[in-house]
Protein backbone atom coordinates (compact mmCIF):
# COMPACT_ATOMS: atom_id res chain seq x y z
CA UNK A 1 0.00 0.00 0.00
CA UNK A 2 1.31 3.68 -0.86
CA UNK A 3 1.90 5.47 1.98
CA UNK A 4 4.29 6.34 4.53
CA UNK A 5 6.24 3.75 6.73
CA UNK A 6 7.21 4.19 10.24
CA UNK A 7 9.23 1.41 12.26
CA UNK A 8 9.05 0.50 14.79
CA UNK A 9 5.72 1.08 16.46
CA UNK A 10 6.72 0.69 19.93
CA UNK A 11 9.86 1.15 21.64
CA UNK A 12 10.67 1.37 25.53
CA UNK A 13 14.61 3.06 25.94
CA UNK A 14 16.65 3.71 28.94
CA UNK A 15 17.76 7.04 29.86
CA UNK A 16 20.69 7.74 27.90
CA UNK A 17 20.36 5.20 25.32
CA UNK A 18 19.90 5.84 21.71
CA UNK A 19 18.10 5.38 19.09
CA UNK A 20 16.95 5.71 15.36
CA UNK A 21 13.19 6.27 14.26
CA UNK A 22 13.12 5.56 10.41
CA UNK A 23 10.58 6.87 8.10
CA UNK A 24 10.46 6.16 4.22
CA UNK A 25 7.42 6.83 1.72
CA UNK A 26 6.84 5.38 -1.81
CA UNK A 27 4.65 8.13 -3.16
CA UNK A 28 8.24 10.02 -4.83
CA UNK A 29 7.29 13.21 -2.49
CA UNK A 30 10.18 15.88 -2.06
CA UNK A 31 9.41 16.58 1.45
CA UNK A 32 9.15 14.94 5.14
CA UNK A 33 8.78 16.07 7.98
CA UNK A 34 9.01 15.08 11.50
CA UNK A 35 6.14 15.59 14.22
CA UNK A 36 6.01 15.10 17.89
CA UNK A 37 2.52 15.00 19.61
CA UNK A 38 1.87 15.29 23.73
CA UNK A 39 -1.62 15.29 25.49
CA UNK A 40 -2.48 18.84 25.28
CA UNK A 41 0.34 19.66 22.98
CA UNK A 42 -0.74 19.03 19.29
CA UNK A 43 1.60 18.47 16.84
CA UNK A 44 4.69 20.38 16.96
CA UNK A 45 7.56 20.30 14.30
CA UNK A 46 11.25 18.65 14.95
CA UNK A 47 12.76 18.89 11.69
CA UNK A 48 11.67 19.35 7.99
CA UNK A 49 13.40 18.43 4.72
CA UNK A 50 12.22 19.87 1.54
CA UNK A 51 14.06 18.26 -0.88
CA UNK A 52 16.59 15.65 -0.83
CA UNK A 53 19.72 16.94 0.13
CA UNK A 54 18.49 19.61 2.66
CA UNK A 55 17.25 19.56 6.22
CA UNK A 56 16.43 22.00 8.84
CA UNK A 57 15.07 22.80 12.42
CA UNK A 58 11.54 23.21 13.37
CA UNK A 59 9.83 24.24 16.82
CA UNK A 60 11.27 21.53 19.30
CA UNK A 61 15.05 20.63 17.87
CA UNK A 62 17.01 20.19 20.73
CA UNK A 63 17.81 16.51 21.41
CA UNK A 64 17.21 15.37 18.19
CA UNK A 65 19.38 14.86 14.37
CA UNK A 66 17.86 13.48 11.53
CA UNK A 67 19.07 12.37 8.21
CA UNK A 68 17.94 12.53 4.61
CA UNK A 69 18.97 9.37 3.63
CA UNK A 70 17.74 9.10 -0.28
CA UNK A 71 14.32 10.84 -1.25
CA UNK A 72 12.24 7.84 -0.06
CA UNK A 73 14.15 7.83 3.76
CA UNK A 74 14.23 10.56 6.40
CA UNK A 75 15.53 9.51 10.04
CA UNK A 76 15.08 10.75 13.23
CA UNK A 77 17.96 10.04 15.92
CA UNK A 78 18.32 10.46 19.48
CA UNK A 79 21.52 10.41 20.85
CA UNK A 80 20.70 10.51 24.25
CA UNK A 81 17.32 9.69 25.42
CA UNK A 82 15.41 11.75 28.30
CA UNK A 83 12.43 10.94 30.02
CA UNK A 84 11.06 14.31 28.22
CA UNK A 85 11.46 12.55 24.78
CA UNK A 86 8.72 10.64 25.73
CA UNK A 87 5.76 11.02 23.35
CA UNK A 88 4.04 9.47 20.22
CA UNK A 89 6.28 10.52 16.73
CA UNK A 90 5.13 10.73 13.75
CA UNK A 91 6.89 10.78 9.97
CA UNK A 92 4.98 12.76 7.18
CA UNK A 93 5.54 13.60 3.65
CA UNK A 94 4.37 15.77 0.99
CA UNK A 95 4.74 16.91 -2.28
CA UNK A 96 6.74 20.17 -2.06
CA UNK A 97 6.12 22.53 0.85
CA UNK A 98 3.32 24.18 -0.78
CA UNK A 99 1.24 21.57 -1.44
CA UNK A 100 -1.44 20.99 -0.26
CA UNK A 101 -1.89 18.14 2.39
CA UNK A 102 0.51 15.75 3.62
CA UNK A 103 0.56 11.96 4.34
CA UNK A 104 1.66 11.02 7.81
CA UNK A 105 2.67 7.81 9.11
CA UNK A 106 1.05 5.37 11.76
CA UNK A 107 3.24 7.13 14.19
CA UNK A 108 5.83 5.68 16.97
CA UNK A 109 5.56 5.33 20.71
CA UNK A 110 8.33 6.13 22.88
CA UNK A 111 8.86 5.80 26.15
CA UNK A 112 11.99 6.96 27.84
CA UNK A 113 11.97 5.61 31.50
CA UNK B 1 4.95 34.76 15.20
CA UNK B 2 2.97 32.28 14.10
CA UNK B 3 -0.11 30.30 16.37
CA UNK B 4 -3.67 28.36 15.64
CA UNK B 5 -5.46 28.01 18.56
CA UNK B 6 -8.62 25.57 18.96
CA UNK B 7 -11.01 24.81 21.78
CA UNK B 8 -9.96 21.15 23.22
CA UNK B 9 -13.51 19.70 23.73
CA UNK B 10 -16.74 19.18 22.03
CA UNK B 11 -19.42 17.08 23.15
CA UNK B 12 -22.48 16.29 20.58
CA UNK B 13 -25.63 13.91 20.37
CA UNK B 14 -25.72 11.95 17.58
CA UNK B 15 -27.43 13.16 14.75
CA UNK B 16 -26.87 16.76 15.65
CA UNK B 17 -24.45 19.04 13.47
CA UNK B 18 -20.94 19.89 15.29
CA UNK B 19 -18.73 23.05 14.59
CA UNK B 20 -15.22 23.20 15.43
CA UNK B 21 -13.62 27.16 15.31
CA UNK B 22 -9.75 28.06 14.80
CA UNK B 23 -8.39 31.30 15.18
CA UNK B 24 -4.90 31.70 13.10
CA UNK B 25 -2.27 34.27 13.68
CA UNK B 26 -0.48 34.42 10.24
CA UNK B 27 -2.46 36.57 7.10
CA UNK B 28 0.09 34.92 4.80
CA UNK B 29 -0.51 31.26 5.07
CA UNK B 30 -1.93 29.90 1.60
CA UNK B 31 -3.84 27.03 2.81
CA UNK B 32 -5.85 25.86 6.07
CA UNK B 33 -6.36 22.57 6.76
CA UNK B 34 -8.54 20.41 8.87
CA UNK B 35 -7.30 16.83 10.14
CA UNK B 36 -8.55 14.06 11.47
CA UNK B 37 -7.17 11.62 13.71
CA UNK B 38 -8.70 8.66 15.41
CA UNK B 39 -7.73 6.56 18.46
CA UNK B 40 -3.70 5.20 17.80
CA UNK B 41 -3.76 6.36 13.97
CA UNK B 42 -2.00 9.21 12.35
CA UNK B 43 -3.11 12.07 11.09
CA UNK B 44 -5.58 11.85 7.96
CA UNK B 45 -6.17 14.91 5.24
CA UNK B 46 -10.23 15.96 5.74
CA UNK B 47 -10.31 18.69 3.61
CA UNK B 48 -8.68 21.97 3.18
CA UNK B 49 -9.32 25.68 1.71
CA UNK B 50 -7.09 27.87 -0.38
CA UNK B 51 -6.98 31.24 1.43
CA UNK B 52 -8.65 33.14 -1.20
CA UNK B 53 -12.37 30.80 -0.48
CA UNK B 54 -15.12 31.88 2.38
CA UNK B 55 -16.66 28.33 1.57
CA UNK B 56 -15.89 25.25 0.87
CA UNK B 57 -18.44 21.84 0.90
CA UNK B 58 -17.93 18.01 0.94
CA UNK B 59 -20.46 15.93 1.75
CA UNK B 60 -21.26 16.26 5.04
CA UNK B 61 -18.38 18.94 5.88
CA UNK B 62 -18.47 22.46 5.21
CA UNK B 63 -15.49 24.64 5.84
CA UNK B 64 -15.83 28.75 6.55
CA UNK B 65 -13.28 31.16 6.48
CA UNK B 66 -13.45 34.49 7.44
CA UNK B 67 -9.90 36.25 6.53
CA UNK B 68 -10.45 38.96 8.14
CA UNK B 69 -10.85 37.55 11.53
CA UNK B 70 -8.44 35.12 10.96
CA UNK B 71 -11.14 32.43 11.66
CA UNK B 72 -11.83 28.76 10.01
CA UNK B 73 -14.47 26.41 10.97
CA UNK B 74 -15.45 23.00 10.29
CA UNK B 75 -19.27 21.73 10.44
CA UNK B 76 -20.35 18.40 10.21
CA UNK B 77 -23.69 17.74 9.36
CA UNK B 78 -25.76 14.78 10.89
CA UNK B 79 -22.68 14.01 13.46
CA UNK B 80 -22.39 10.33 13.61
CA UNK B 81 -20.37 8.14 16.66
CA UNK B 82 -17.89 7.25 13.88
CA UNK B 83 -17.20 10.79 13.62
CA UNK B 84 -15.52 11.02 17.45
CA UNK B 85 -12.31 11.95 16.82
CA UNK B 86 -9.90 14.53 17.40
CA UNK B 87 -9.73 17.43 14.84
CA UNK B 88 -6.52 19.29 14.43
CA UNK B 89 -6.76 22.65 12.56
CA UNK B 90 -3.69 23.48 10.71
CA UNK B 91 -2.33 26.76 8.39
CA UNK B 92 0.40 26.62 5.39
CA UNK B 93 2.52 29.12 5.20
CA UNK B 94 4.93 29.50 2.14
CA UNK B 95 7.90 27.97 2.63
CA UNK B 96 7.79 26.07 5.93
CA UNK B 97 6.01 23.27 7.56
CA UNK B 98 2.70 23.13 8.75
CA UNK B 99 1.23 24.35 11.69
CA UNK B 100 -0.97 22.70 13.64
CA UNK B 101 -3.54 23.63 16.40
CA UNK B 102 -3.70 21.65 19.98
CA UNK B 103 -6.38 19.50 18.50
CA UNK B 104 -10.29 19.56 19.39
CA UNK B 105 -11.43 16.29 20.94
CA UNK B 106 -15.44 15.49 19.59
CA UNK B 107 -17.09 12.92 21.34
CA UNK B 108 -20.05 12.02 19.95
CA UNK B 109 -22.77 10.50 22.27
CA UNK B 110 -26.03 8.26 21.06
Known amino acids: NAGVTQTPKFQVLKTGQSMTLQCAQDMNHNSMYWYRQDPGMGLRLIYYSASEGTTDKGEVPNGYNVSRLNKREFSLRLESAAPSQTSVYFC????????????FGSGTRLTVV | GEDVEQSLFLSVREGDSSVINCTYTDSSSTYLYWYKQEPGAGLQLLTY?????DMKQDQRLTVLLNKKDKHLSLRIADTQTGDSAIYFCAESIGGTALIFGKGTTLSVSS
Open chain 1, 92 to 103: ASSEDQDSYGYT
Open chain 2, 49 to 53: IFSNM
